[in-house]
């Protein structure tokens, strides 16, 4: 099957692959590109670890197309840090012992990217809706939500 | 020894070792992995739940371009029996035939062939081209038909272990176990009251969010690298060598960071295939399971029926207790029957019971531990039946506890006099707790239940090393699953006394550590943190040593004291103490580089009890339950890092709601598996739960150093009763089947 050329842009960083059309953006990122970061745990939208944001929009990466991303801005778990550091997420997660094996942080944390950037000050009962779609087995979600809740209110001082 | 000290390090909430990359993208899990001129191996499973292997051609699949290796059971050496190694252990033959059926197929998802190609979509089409012929036989699927004595046969070589006398044909019932004390019919006779039931829960699935994943490669003089998440690569790496036939020293494990396993990632599926492959292929072979291979064809939890049968005084004392609990093995025997039912009655101090296991094969996947394995599915039933009791004796559900509770000095129902254990105290912190002084929400229902689970010890080995800094390296081969590696390090800076920022732990890999038994059992901090603190005392004992021989004096002179060495009372108060860094800068004179280490079987892991309650609303027009607020308390001993105590008390919570409100394997008449991905089975997500509210009881155990308890396993247990008994509560019928679903309770509040 002839492959796709496809110009994107991966946080921050101009980027060009060849995929087959019905490849996924999660098949990419993780086996073309390396960035293994974002992680696969169901390949049918369900669980959340493939989480990354398309242009700013929070996406399942194991439900777009790679060839969806032609043009776009992809952010993935790799480019939640900036220069001075972790960001307040990564910082809050860490401090409240929110993952215990890890493999559904990456996601959760490019989530709560998503649900800080649009609702700044969440209640509970939001930030637990936002994330429902990201499966987490280990933790309960307490110590995610407390985390979570405590980036906000960091953010928001920064701010 | 623990009662009295004061901690500097334990007993903290740092962040773990591990956790930048974790919360980066960099930690490396079983599928990040991709090695150059790599193959992509893919299994063929069968369509049908049982049937006979007639004839598999692989030679198309050999012929198509891409392709570099196709194997089939024929392929694999024959097994022979033997204990496995690992947790819940089972039989090397049985294991090698789940790895790869042989002559028959024993469950749908049964694999029976592999390929290993250049590319996945190679891959597939050339499983598309292997040919099989079935003969499809009547597929066993529940425990009635499993057990009934015409029954249709999953092997025709099962003979009953443990009955009396021999079997004499071949059952489906692989073994039966009995447990008893006393006289239960005069016990009975002693009752007011009696309560009785039966109890069904179907099999479900641990759920970890990553899917079995392994990358093999094997070079041509047969030394295989096999890198995989797993709770323990010595167990898969000796899984592996009696499977394939090989010599444990061809076999290099190295385990990847670990997405989740709870008692699943604890035996080989992938691993001997991927050897296999990558042996004759000559290249590496990556195999990563699609969700949907996760559910039909790893191990699953057991399901079960449970009958129950108590009988007590007015005054709340237990006479006699019954049990008789039947498990499904799944395709292969090894359901845990045995610590089911040495679980069922252990926070009690009976006088008069009996229990009756029984491990039931049926054409379903082998099952394989998940968190304290049998434990949820018996004491469901026992503490469902105490509720019961409870309201006939008009009595407080803590208080029926309490009056029957096992305590220092009682005879466990298992066999051995229990140490110091937190049970009671468990129940009264529960009784005391503001959570339950406060009314039942209108609407909902309260319900109350205590866990219990054994903990395990077993082998581990740890190194530690003084970098020339005077910094710290731990190394020990216990797979990370949820923290382990601060709790390490918080117990050697602890032991050592220096700061635990300055220490650093390695999980290493078959060739870099000592053997560590699986991250299972609730084990890791108790017994290869012991191994931790012994081979820091190793090194305290090295360190006084070198500084004796700088001070010229002799080593009992010297006392170690805040991570560093100083003349005992009495010597000559000129000296100044050395820190580890002092030590290090003279090293290469006092004696060379300084390296302690510990290898222990480790004994007296101490129970770890749990007493849980919940509010918990039913919606009466459709039967959803929703949980309000959930309370654990838990004995973890010491907690060594609170936070990871309180999450794994958190999490196990809100697995044990999951499996009781929704979570179920559901199988058609066939025994296909008709739920297999997360859509339709439905773990718990962020807006079902509440906050989980947690206390932690610390009752010390005599055998650690530190009073350290496992606490992994136990709070899986309770809240399976919790949701029942609420339920109970809120409806006024007891539902005794799981899952708690809307169906389910709604047909009980239209019966009722
Ligand atoms: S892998 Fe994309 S949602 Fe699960
Ligand atoms: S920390 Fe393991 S799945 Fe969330």
């Known amino acids: 099957m002839s492959k796709v050329h496809v110009t994107t842009r991966v946080n921050g960083d101009p980027v060009e692959f060849l995929c087959t059309p019905e490849q996924t953006l999660v098949d990419v990122l993780r086996d073309t590109l390396d960035r293994t970061g974002t992680k696969e745990g169901c390949s049918t939208g369900d669980c959340g670890a493939c989480s990354v944001l398309l242009n700013g929009r929070l996406v399942c990466a194991c439900l777009v197309l790679a060839v969806e991303s032609e043009g776009a801005e992809v952010t993935t778990i790799e480019g939640i840090a900036t220069e001075e550091g972790l960001h307040p997420i990564q910082e809050k997660f860490l401090e409240h012992a929110a993952l215990q094996c890890g493999i559904c942080t990456p996601g959760f944390i490019v989530a709560t990217k998503a649900l800080l950037d649009k609702h700044p000050e969440p209640d509970e009962e939001t930030i637990r809706y936002w994330l429902a779609g990201n499966l987490c087995r280990c933790t309960g979600y307490d110590k995610i939500i407390r985390a979570v809740q405590d980036a906000a209110t960091t953010l928001a001082h920064e701010a | ?752």
């Open chain 2, 1 to 752: 020894m623990a009662e009295a000290t004061e901690f500097k390090a334990i007993g903290t909430r740092p962040v773990r070792p591990d956790g930048v990359d974790k919360v980066t993208g960099r930690a490396q899990f079983g599928a990040d992995l991709n090695l150059p001129n790599m193959l992509y191996g893919k299994v063929l499973r069968s369509p049908h739940a049982h049937a006979r292997i007639r004839r598999i051609d692989l030679d198309a699949a050999r012929a198509m371009p891409g392709v570099h290796a196709v194997v089939s059971g024929a392929d694999f050496p024959g097994a022979q029996h033997g204990e496995i190694g690992g947790e819940g252990g089972g039989d090397v033959a049985d294991v090698a035939k789940n790895v790869m059926a042989r002559d028959k197929v024993l469950y749908h998802g049964h694999p029976l062939a592999a390929v290993a190609a250049t590319s996945q979509a190679i891959a597939e089409a050339a499983l598309a081209a292997i040919e099989v012929e079935y003969e499809v036989l009547t597929p066993v699927l529940d425990l009635e038909a499993a057990m009934a004595p015409d029954a249709v046969l999953v092997n025709e070589n099962c003979f009953t272990k443990n009955l009396p006398e021999p079997a004499e044909k071949p059952s489906n019932i692989a073994s039966v176990m009995t447990l008893a004390r006393g006289n239960v019919d005069e016990g009975f006779e002693l009752a007011d009251v009696i309560v009785e039931g039966e109890y069904r829960i179907p099999m479900a699935h641990q759920g970890y969010i990553e899917p079995h994943a392994c990358t093999a490669t094997v070079n041509e003089s047969g030394q295989a690298t096999v890198w995989t998440c797993t709770q323990g690569h010595f167990a898969l790496r000796t899984q592996t060598a009696n499977i394939l036939d090989m010599s444990v020293a061809d076999l290099k494990f190295i385990a990847s960071e670990i997405g989740g396993g709870f008692g699943g990632k604890t035996v080989v599926y992938l691993e001997p295939v991927a050897v296999m492959l990558s042996t004759q292929a000559r290249r590496p072979v990556k195999m990563v399971m699609s969700r949907e291979e996760v559910f039909r064809a790893s191990g699953p939890a057991a399901g079960s029926c449970a009958k129950i049968r108590v009988g007590a005084k007015k005054d709340g004392t237990i006479t006699a207790a019954t049990a008789w609990l039947a498990y499904e093995a799944g395709a292969f025997e090894g359901a845990p029957m045995g610590p089911g039912a040495m679980c069922v009655f252990a926070p009690y101090d009976l006088e008069n019971f009996r229990v009756e296991g029984f491990d039931v094969l049926v054409n379903k996947p082998k099952v394989a531990a998940y968190r304290a394995p049998g434990a949820p599915q018996s004491m469901h039933a026992m503490e469902s039946a105490l509720d019961d009791l409870a309201r006939e004796l008009n009595m407080d559900p803590i208080d029926l506890r309490l009056k029957n509770a096992v305590a220092e000095g009682s005879q466990a129902a298992y066999g051995p006099k229990f140490p110091a254990i937190g049970f009671r105290e468990c129940l009264e912190a529960a009784k005391a707790h503001p959570n339950y002084q406060k009314p039942v929400p209108e609407g909902a229902g309260r319900g109350v239940a205590a866990g219990f689970w054994f903990n395990a010890g077993m082998e581990s080995s740890a190194e530690v090393h003084i970098n020339e800094d005077g910094t710290v390296q731990i190394i020990e081969g216990s797979p990370d699953i949820g923290g382990s590696r601060a709790s390490m390090a918080l117990m050697a800076a602890e032991t050592l006394g220096v700061p635990y920022e300055k220490i650093r732990v390695l999980v290493g890999d078959t060739e870099a550590s000592g053997f560590n038994n699986v991250t299972g059992g609730s084990r890791t901090t108790f017994a290869t943190g012991m191994a931790v603190i012994q081979a820091c005392e190793d090194i305290i004992a090295q360190c006084k040593d070198r500084a004796a021989k700088t001070w010229g004096v002799d080593a009992d002179q010297v006392e170690w004291e805040d991570g560093q060495a100083i003349p005992a009372p009495g010597v000559n108060a000129e000296l100044k103490p050395l820190t580890l860094a002092e030590i290090m800068k003279t090293a290469a004179r006092t004696g060379g580089p300084i390296l302690g280490r510990a290898a222990l079987n480790a004994r007296g892991p101490g129970a770890g009890f749990s007493v849980n309650f919940g509010d918990l609303k039913v919606d009466r027009e459709t039967g959803k339950v929703d949980v309000l607020s959930f309370t654990a308390i838990q004995d973890a001993g010491k907690a060594i890092h609170p936070a990871y105590v309180e999450g794994q008390m958190q999490g196990g919570a809100v697995q044990g709601l999951g499996w009781a409100l929704n979570e179920e394997y559901i199988f058609d008449g066939n025994g296909v598996l008709e739920n297999p991905g997360f859509l339709d089975y439905r773990i718990p997500v962020a807006s079902d739960m509440p906050m989980i509210d947690t206390q932690i009881i610390e009752v010390p155990n005599p055998s650690h150093p530190f009073g350290v308890r496992g606490v992994g396993e136990t709070p899986i247990v309770a809240p399976l009763a919790v949701a029942a008994n609420a339920v109970r509560d809120a409806i006024g019928r007891r539902v005794h089947d799981l899952p708690l679903s809307p169906p389910n309770v709604l047909a009980a509040i239209e019966e009722g």
